[in-house]
């Protein structure tokens, strides 16, 4: 199983970054996939999940900035992050948990991580 962040960087405050997940190893379309974040000293936080079927629910920090998406026949997980802020700043990772309907597993399945710094 693998899963593999990139699109990371620097960018300057208001700024766009997109971040992409691939995964292989797995049945990526019956998982429900998250970005999870954590800065130096900071607990990891929840950026976003998305189900299996697309329905995607985020953190209230990033609400109306940040877009997660997925595509099924890349294996791939998406973030769009617009408007960044410096306390965006963290090491993001994506994670991958079983789809079991009403409800996502725990997170089975983790990246590596990419960092994403925001300068103000």
């Known amino acids: 199983v693998h899963l593999v962040e990139s699109g990371g960087g620097s960018v300057q405050a208001g700024g766009s970054l997109r971040l992409s997940c691939e995964a292989s190893g797995f049945i990526y379309s019956n998982y429900c996939m998250r970005w999870f974040r954590q800065a130096p000293g900071k607990e990891r936080e929840r950026v976003a999940i998305i189900d299996s079927l697309g329905s995607a629910s985020y953190a209230d920090s990033v609400k109306g900035r940040f877009t997660i998406s997925r595509d099924n026949a890349k294996n791939t997980l998406y973030l769009q992050m617009n408007s960044l802020r410096p306390e965006d700043t963290a090491m993001y990772y994506c994670?991958?948990?079983?789809?079991?309907?009403?409800?996502?597993?725990?997170?089975?399945?983790w990246g590596q991580g990419t960092q994403v710094t925001v300068s103000s």
């Open positions: 994670a991958a948990g079983v789809d079991q309907g009403p409800y996502c597993a725990n997170s089975r399945y």
